[in-house]
């Protein structure tokens, strides 16, 4: 049985990559934005906020899952 050597690291100069990370980030974006009920001034700038910091996240989590190898 042979050892397979791939880490779990995707190559950010890859443009799919990027694509995938965008997809994702659109529809988190969408259920967050539809599902809270509310137009209340904070509930709009937690959206904002949550909008904002939910893309590194999702960037570092296809970066950790991608597969470089």
Known sequence: MKKLNKKGVAD???PKFWG???VLWLVVLIAMWK???GSDTDVT???IMASVISLPIIAGISYLMGQNG
């Open 35 to 37: 599902m809270s009920m």
């Open 20 to 22: 995938i990370v965008a």
């Open 12 to 14: 950010v100069s890859d």
């Open 45 to 47: 700038r937690l959206k």
